[in-house]
């Protein structure tokens, strides 16, 4: 009784133990319920937004009829790619205009500056470089992951540097002793930046599938696989909304999938920071 009075307790804890999914499995439930009372007085016309029978209802014929599966790899595809070009320009660029003193007195103090860059608004520029090809939508994606990657590097850079970082002290040993810049980078800079910006790249998920269905809208082919973005553009021109809202919520469900992943995959390769033993060693 003492711990469900705490439920309602303002600013108290979060953490109920086994109560903890048992709420969660509530919350969605409320919210469903509160979807289908919507629908059935129609708050909202039913034509905008249709119940949640309905949205669970049109799956078999999205995927039977729509490709489901195979525009939603599409999605996922592009998504990734992105993601892994990303990383590597942004590291190998970020690294460079950071520790290179040229570069950073040059270029270093504007980084911050991508941004606020309005990328749909240049997507014509993509479209003229790349073509319409797949690697454009790549492109376009990376870019926009590009501009908030890129400047975390940096930061994450300048951050060692700063000698207020308890972090700093690492530094300042590899160089008491003596250290190369290749031995600063590999033991010092290197791990202290890539451990710290994965974080930002985990909470890039939900932009990056913002990002992902606007380069879907870039083109359509005409294989009729071109992503789950641009199969929601052409069910809600059909009017088709029961199916527009699925795929919507199925995009959801893969952003929230992916985010786990993520998670996982960053305790995996950066132990020391949830003080977990590393994967790689016995």
Known sequence: MKKLKGLFKFGGSSNFGKLTPVVSVIGILFVIGLWWLEARFEVIPTKILPGPFDVLGSYPGLITENSLFGNLWFTVKLNLLAYVWAILISLVVGFALS???????????????????????????????????????????????????????????????????????????????????????????FPYVTSTVSQEIITLTGVSYSYCVIAE?????????????????????????????????????????QDFLFKKLDIALFPFKYNKKSIWRK
């Open 217 to 257: 809208l870039l083109y359509k082919s005409g294989e009729g696989i071109n992503g789950v973005g641009s199969l929601i553009n052409t069910l809600i021109r059909q009017s088709h909304m029961p199916e527009a809202w699925a795929c919507l919520f199925l995009i959801i469900a893969v952003g929230v999938l």
């Open 99 to 189: 520790l290179i003193p040229f570069l950073n007195l040059a270029l270093g103090k504007y980084l911050s500056a991508l941004r606020y860059t309005p990328l749909p608004s240049i997507s014509g520029v993509f479209i003229a470089v790349a073509g319409l090809t797949f690697g454009m939508k790549v492109s376009f994606l990376a870019a926009g992951l590009i501009i908030f990657i890129l400047p975390a590097v940096a930061a994450k850079v300048n951050e060692l540097q700063n000698p207020t970082n308890d972090s700093n002290i690492y530094l300042e040993t590899m160089e008491t002793l003596g250290g190369t810049s290749w031995q600063k980078f590999r033991y010092v800079y």
